[in-house]
């Protein structure tokens, strides 16, 4: 496993393999580029960001994990769902969020939205709500404003 997350890095930081999308104005292109290639090839890094004023801090986890811990979510607040509306729900993700063989596989990687796990969101001068646990985020590309490669958790006192 840690081989193939090595081939995966070095297919990152070959920049003839994937091609990129076009970077909107005003996105940082090493975060388009680079941070999120690693992560949707299935390589987590913590990141903290500002976005619109908010501090937002978490694990970035690829589209296609965050659908999948999504469907997770949805399945225990909505314990009536089906296995019918479970299964569609998987369908649609495996459509729109291809799996990090099926990226290297087309060679192209389309990205708007950046996926957080055990995220927290920071208020300045108070500690990161929630404060047991993360919960899950999802916020567009354009919208950060900056990052940190890390990840802010509450203190233990």
């Avoid at 390589?43 to 997770?72: H, K, W």
Wanted: charged fraction near 25%; proline fraction near 5%.
């Amino acid at each position: 496993m840690e081989e193939d997350a090595e081939s995966r890095a070095d297919t990152v930081l070959d920049a003839d393999v994937l091609n990129e999308q076009e970077i909107p104005e005003g996105v940082d292109w090493f975060l388009l580029e680079k941070i999120l290639n690693f992560v949707e090839l299935g390589i987590p890094i913590t990141l903290t960001l500002n976005v619109s004023g908010a501090t937002v801090s978490g694990v970035c986890i690829s589209a296609r994990q965050y659908m999948d811990e999504l469907l997770s979510v949805f399945k225990k607040i909505y314990s009536k769902l089906g296995d019918d509306v479970a299964t569609k729900l998987i369908e649609i993700s495996k459509e729109e969020y291809p799996s990090p063989e099926e990226i290297l596989e087309r060679g192209q990687i389309t990205r708007n939205y950046l996926h957080l796990v055990d995220a927290r969101i920071v208020a300045p001068g108070g500690s990161p709500i929630p404060y047991n646990e993360g919960m899950l985020w999802r916020g567009k590309i354009s919208s950060v404003d900056g990052f940190a490669i890390g990840q802010i958790s509450p203190s233990k006192d």
